[in-house]
């Protein structure tokens, strides 16, 4: 491994020799890393000291099973937070690589029986990524509809005879019938950036690099694995904590895995394996393993350059769950890699964590059931049960979660994520019986189903419900013993009775996952601010309004004027530098803001296909991103510090910005644009504008709503370009106002961003 320093590397020039590994930085003081470290040292030791007195002290041998079921399930969360802080050692970033011109690139696009509509969006997106390149849509399902579609956009069709050893299969036809020498792969939901070729491709200048993968985010943030607080701007995804905390620590290793799509693979490194692998259902961490062994490297990109699908309903996450699960142990029996010659010490280590984390079901069911058994019984794992124990009990649970919150930088969620695993503690727990018993049917490859379930199903928190009415009935069982005086163990009581209430809470919550209600839209409804300008009569006022969210058939309308439900308008809705005329109808009328504004439900009359395209290009160009970068979810220790600190920090005579999303009249040079502003304050503003605008210009804006209105003169501070593909350039300015406002001249411009 090479020794890397805390300062920024300078990257070689095309031509010059280069090594990925120098491209590394830790984006930590020295101080604070090894701060964290220190943190992680004493944890584990307090965590081995725990384990240890209870193993000599505290077992219950006239409950020996029980005690020792318990104490299993502490051993293994010992590793599992072991194998964790292997991760967290060191968290680097990578420092983006320009690329050698003139590479062979081609694009995979796998489908099997994906909507047509959904695929597309995909495949315009692959087609416009600035650098040269072939796209192939991978077409499993032999559709015409497919075919005529990637002939449409710009994309080579492909299809096979069979459909053997399915994705993978389906991968490894394509790849014996090109010659590229770089083959980036993207599942069909999964919609690329315009930059993702270019932020990826540089880091196979190092010859060793066989692979380059980019972590996978999701758009449709109302989906299961989703909790987001728009009011707050707080947002927690389930697979964050993997993607930003988990895989970078495992590129400090050398030991970043494939993930399926959003990567990009070097074809002399496959071509020995025949391409993917195709004897497990995870292609994916099975390639990976064989890729390692052989000597070469991966790398990992921390930067959001796609963004998909994820499961809509409860169902479909637990049955891709539990496909990844039982393929991801299944691989240890193909390459185990404890045993599989050539992985590095720190390899091993980490790919054995990541089959380690599968198997946390055992362990979490013995944690659920403990204590209501104890309430039922009156028997303890622990012996004796008292004040002592809970003192160094005390001890030991506020090491791990400071530990925890210390070594996720500020990311760590541990709620949500015991959240999450009571959801697929029952799933995973199947995946293990199948793999390590052989006991009932083998999962088979399965396309997960993105459209939305259009209503629920219980069958996957059946055993949540189970597991609520023995909780109940423990806690009424063990109240019951000590109102009648069967029982005076107050404090054994009390215990239980607390942890079970604090599962059974988390199984509420599950149960009312399972009880959301099934996406009824038939278009993907994104969250996405554009301007709204009313088509008037020439010489007539054109109100202006803005989108809360928007899709190919309708969108959510602010407007500043009352409207009855079957009212049609002509507008022109302002998507970045495209502007669409379009005529909508009102059909619902929704909840008013507060700060004065009408919010409608519209529908969109008879939409061409060219101006879908326009929305969704204008949606994942522009929404998308800039909705990743504005929500965020810190957690609760880190919330509490920042609301600490937060009355100290801020700067003499520097005005607070807040998030809004206001329509904004930009005059420049005589010419007129409406354009959306990102966050005000008494001294300027952030506006997305269609059209370059050089620093230090002089510009006319006004802005109005609901019973107020502004305009005067404002200057460009900052210019920062963002360019993107088929014309959707972007430049998000820095607008400072010529006389600074007063906090109440610009509060009604506050519009909250919750509406």
């Avoid at 928190?461 to 109940?472: D, G, K, Q």
């Avoid at 054994?492 to 942890?499: D, E, M, Q």
């Avoid at 109808?585 to 909840?591: G, I, L, P, S």
Wanted: glycine letters at 6%; charged letters at 20%; proline letters at 6%.
């Amino acid at each position: 491994m090479t020794t890397h320093d805390f300062t920024l590397p300078l990257v070689p020039a095309p031509g010059q020799a280069f090594d990925a590994d120098t491209t590394r930085v830790i984006n930590e003081s020295p101080a604070r890393l090894w701060f964290t470290r220190f943190i992680i040292v004493v944890a584990l030791a307090v965590y081995v000291g725990y384990l240890a007195y209870r193993a000599m002290y505290t077992i219950n041998y006239d409950a020996l099973i029980f005690s020792c079921l318990v104490y299993f399930a502490e051993l293994h969360g010992f590793f599992s937070l072991a194998f964790y802080f292997h991760t967290a050692w060191t968290r680097p970033e990578r420092r983006v690589v320009v690329p050698e011109p003139n590479l062979k690139v081609d694009v995979f696009i796998t489908t099997y029986n994906e909507e047509v509509d959904l695929l597309r969006t995909t495949v315009r997106a692959a087609v416009g990524m600035r650098y040269p390149h072939r796209t192939f849509v991978l077409d499993d399902g032999r559709r015409p509809a497919v075919r005529a579609m990637a002939e449409e956009v710009g994309a080579l069709y492909m299809t096979r005879s069979d459909n053997a050893h399915a994705k993978a299969g389906n991968w490894n036809n394509a790849f014996a019938s090109t010659d590229a020498d770089f083959i980036a792969t993207f599942d069909a939901d999964h919609v690329p950036r315009p930059e993702f070729l270019e932020r990826t491709l540089g880091f196979f200048r190092d010859p060793k690099v066989a692979l380059v993968q980019a972590p996978q985010q999701y758009h449709n943030l109302d989906s299961v694995q989703h909790k987001v607080s728009w009011r707050q701007r707080r947002m927690y995804g389930e697979q964050d904590a993997f993607f930003q905390l988990v895989m970078p620590g495992k590129d400090n290793w050398n030991a970043a895995f494939f993930c399926g799509t959003g990567a990009v693979l070097r074809r002399t490194a496959l071509e020995p394996l025949g391409g993917i692998m195709t004897q497990t259902i995870t292609e994916d961490l099975h390639t990976s393993v064989e890729l390692h062994a052989r000597g070469w490297k991966s790398v990992y990109v921390n930067e959001v350059l796609v963004t998909g699908l994820a499961p809509s309903d409860l169902k479909t996450f637990e049955t891709q769950r539990l496909r990844w699960a039982e393929g991801n142990m299944t691989v240890a029996t193909f390459t185990n890699p404890l045993t599989t010659k050539g992985l590095s010490f720190n390899q091993r280590i980490a790919y054995v964590a990541s089959l380690f984390h599968w198997t946390i079901g055992i362990p979490k069911f013995i944690f659920y059931m403990a204590p209501p058994w104890m309430l039922f019984t009156g028997t303890f794992p622990i012996a004796p049960y008292n004040a002592r124990f809970l003192a160094v009990y005390a001890v030991f649970l506020g090491s791990v979660i400071v530990s925890y919150e210390v070594s996720s930088r500020g990311k760590g969620r541990l709620m949500m994520d015991e959240l999450y695993n009571m959801v697929s503690c029952f799933t995973f727990m199947r995946a293990m019986k199948r793999v390590f018993f052989g006991r009932g049917k083998r999962t088979a490859f399965e396309v997960t189903d993105k459209r939305g379930a259009t209503s629920q199903s219980v069958l996957p928190v059946l055993p949540h419900m189970a597991m609520l009415l023995f909780s109940m009935l423990a806690i009424g069982w063990s109240l019951m013993g000590l109102g009648f005086s069967v029982s005076d163990d107050y404090l054994g009581a009390g215990t239980g009775i607390f942890w079970t209430l604090y599962n059974m809470s988390l199984m509420w919550v599950v149960l009312r996952l399972a009880s959301r209600p099934g996406e009824k839209r038939t278009g993907l409804r994104f969250r996405a601010n554009f301007p709204v300008e009313g088509l008037a009569a020439p010489g007539e006022e054109r109100p202006l309004g803005v989108t809360a969210d928007i899709s190919e058939t309708g969108c959510s309308l602010l407007w500043p004027r009352p409207l009855a439900v079957g009212t049609r308008l002509s507008v022109r809705i302002h998507l970045g530098p495209k502007p669409m005329d379009v005529d909508l109808t009102v059909t619902a009328e929704q909840t008013p803001t507060d700060d004065g504004w009408y919010r409608y439900g519209c529908s969109f009359d008879e939409l061409s296909q060219s101006n879908v395209d326009l929305i969704l290009d204008a949606v994942h160009t522009i929404a998308v991103p800039h909705l990743f970068r504005t929500l965020s979810e810190p957690s609760i220790a880190v919330r509490i510090i920042r609301s600490i600190v937060k009355p100290f920090t801020l700067k003499r005579g520097r005005a607070q910005r807040q998030l809004v999303r206001i329509p904004v009249r930009i005059s420049v040079n005589g010419r007129e644009s409406i354009v959306i502003a990102l966050d005000i304050s008494a001294s300027g503003m952030s506006v997305v504008m269609p059209c370059d605008v050089p620093a230090g210009a002089h510009l006319t804006a006004s802005m109005s709503v609901p019973g107020y209105s502004w305009s005067g003169d404002v200057s460009v501070a900052r210019a920062e370009s963002r360019p993107s593909r088929n014309g959707f350039d972007i430049w998000l300015l820095g607008l400072q106002f010529e006389q600074k406002q007063r906090e109440r001249d610009i509060a009604p411009f506050r519009m909250d961003t919750a509406a």
